[in-house]
């Protein structure tokens, strides 16, 4: 290449000439390379695994490229990460399920998607890590024994069915899970800790005038309009019944006293995407809003001082499992429950641990952080060195703790659940109206 | 056209002309419509659609009164964008043919208003925030010179950041119409007006504006539909704080309400469809055209 290069710089003649053999030259190279690749494949082997290629589809927060790099490397076949928005997955799902192998979906999705018959059960004794599994997320149950909110979609109560073909959930656990859970993490809201000088304890903070114009909530309808419900109901509003699944007066009620704070200026924005919500903060657009864990990460990475507050309301939980599609079956399947299975196994909750988030099986992630990780992120003491994200960056220095504090205190008190309403299409439509108002 | 056709296979020369963008459009814009229509009368429950005929999704559509909000809202950004985008692509165009008599410098000069669409329409979106916000360079400058003390929260997050973000997008589309059309011209015509004795505010009403009549409801086309069409520049460019139809429609979709957005998307193809009908009948492109 360097040599046509020097050639055609000197502008002779033979310039066109040069290049063209050149592009020849390369054009015959290519072809042979892609010859020897057909020549030196191996013997077509038939049904074995490691000819297997498993296609992975859920949200950029869950199925990450370097996770199903590794799980290739150490389980021999190939898995393909897909990254699809949690609303797109389920429309995947229902009408194009051929199109997926693996779908990390998040356990309010199952209320929807479940039902399609799209998804096959996982059976829970092929899954070996299955008994140590956290009874948060197996039997929804708290650490200390006492049930956890039912406020929202709790995960346990979508993760059992009967028989297999049960469009129905079953109450308690049984041997056949709907999907089968990997992470999970407690929400709350982010704040700017050095523009609000104070601290910070209330939902009821996000609706305070002090922080007029300096407000945001996430505009996804069934999670924005649970942040709100958490304020509202923290300033002594209102008491809802069950704020995961709204009556139609709760939501016109909700809905009001928002297009009533929007008209008095209290939101800054509405944020629809990660990035935005990082930039809203980072900009000090806004002091106070909604978020995830790994935008607050991001935000901390810049150098900007930025606390996932925990509240004394609690925090608003979510989780992920990963469902069989119901086309798998024979080798596909075996593949699907290996890739399960090597999920729990610990590289992944301890990668996942890194950008906030729990694994499903704790004991084995936590084998895989080190000490000081460890501290950090699972049992709420101060850094002993600087702590890095997935992906080596620094994002918090030593002596740090984690906002929250450690697992028990942030996954034991959640006081609801992302979930989807009976009066979903309506509660859309009110928020379409809010948002425009 | 007919009348000179004398065989056959003239008759047919003209279908077999228009045959393929007949069949690009049927394909490409005729079954997605026709799609979208039959949906709107489905039914669903938010995650499957049942092919049951149903009134129910334009009863809701065409009962809330969140649909004239969003209408009045979008028509709103159409028309102040239409106005600004008339009157700076106007002033560039007359600039450029009647100013710069020079060809080479008016094909260079048109050449620099594109530089602009070098790059995506989102990085040239997204490049204002930065720009426009509260800690941004704009109000940085303002309280620098002592204008402000307090940064303008107005200028981004706002209806504001919205319209001038569809300006700074869609200019060039009322440009090069209307460009176009004023090139077209006859030098002799305004010579002629100046020799009767006509003013050049005359000279510009009486000649220049109803020959370019053509370039500018063609750029209008453009404007119209691409706001009326737009949801990315309304949900960036205002914070989420607000909405248009077509972003009202998109969280419909992600709620996998398909059948109401089609609803929705079938209403606004009609407005949009009527708005294009007013601008064709105010000026009738095809004889204009034809000239």
Known sequence: MTQSGTQSGKKTPADGLTRRRFLQTSAATAGAAAGAGVLGAPMIWAQELKDVTLNWAGPSYSVIADIAEKASADLGFNIVPQTVESTALMAKVVNQPETIDIADLEFWAMQKVWRSGQVQPVDVAKIANWGMMTPLMREGKNFDGSDLSRQGTMPAEVMYIAAAGDTEFAASPTELATIMPTIYNADTVGIRSDLIGRPIESWAELFNPEFKGKTALVNIPQIGIMDAAMALEAMGEVTYGDKGNMTTEEIDLTINRLIELKKAGQFRAFWSTFDESVNLMAGGEVVIQSMWSPAVTAVKSRGIQCTYQGLKEGYRGWGLGMGLMGHLDGIKRDAGYAFLNWYLTGWQGAFIARQGYYSSVPDTAKANLSANELGYWYEGKAATEDILDPYGAVMDKAGAMRDGGSFEARMGNVGCWNTVMDEERYMVQRWNEFVSA | ?291
């Not at chain 2, 008599?101 to 008016?106: C, I, V």
């Not at chain 2, 594109?114 to 360079?137: A, D, H, K, Y």
């Not at chain 2, 370019?212 to 309304?234: C, E, N, P, Q, R």
């Not at chain 2, 089609?262 to 193809?269: H, Y």
């Open chain 2, 1 to 291: 056209m007919s009348s000179r056709s004398s065989g056959g296979v003239s008759r047919l020369s003209p279908y077999l002309q228009v045959a393929p963008l007949a069949l690009i459009m049927l394909a490409m814009v005729g079954i997605p419509i026709g799609t979208v229509i039959l949906l709107s009368f489905w039914e669903s429950d938010g995650i499957a659609v049942f092919p049951t005929f149903t009134w129910q999704n334009y009863a809701e559509v065409l009962t809330s009164p969140l649909t004239l909000t969003l209408f009045l809202n979008t028509l709103k950004y159409a028309l102040i964008t239409l106005a600004a985008t008339i009157l700076i692509g106007f002033t560039c165009s007359y600039f450029l043919v009647f100013h710069v008599r020079n060809l080479k410098w008016q094909i260079g000069l048109f050449l620099l208003c594109t530089i602009p669409f070098w790059t995506s329409n989102v990085i040239r979106m997204v490049s204002w925030i930065p720009f426009l916000g509260r800690e941004g360079l704009f109000n940085q400058l303002l309280i620098g010179a002592g204008v402000i003390d307090q940064p303008l929260d107005v200028l981004l997050y706002s209806d504001f950041a919205v319209v001038l973000t569809y300006i700074h997008l869609f200019t060039l589309f009322m440009i090069v119409p209307i460009f176009n059309s004023m090139s077209k011209i006859n030098p002799s015509l305004i010579e002629a007006a100046r020799d009767a004795g006509a003013s050049p505010w005359q000279i510009l009403t009486g000649v220049i504006i109803p020959l370019s009549k053509t370039g500018i409801a063609l750029g209008a086309i453009f404007v119209v539909t691409l706001v009326m069409g737009d949801f990315f520049v309304v949900r960036v460019m205002s914070g989420g704080q607000s909405a248009s139809v077509v972003s009202a429609m998109k969280n419909n979709i992600d709620q996998l309400f398909y059948p109401v957005a089609s609803a929705m998307a079938v209403l606004l193809v009609v407005v949009v469809l009527m708005m294009v009908a007013a601008i064709l009948r105010v000026v009738d492109i095809r004889s204009e055209l034809a000239r």
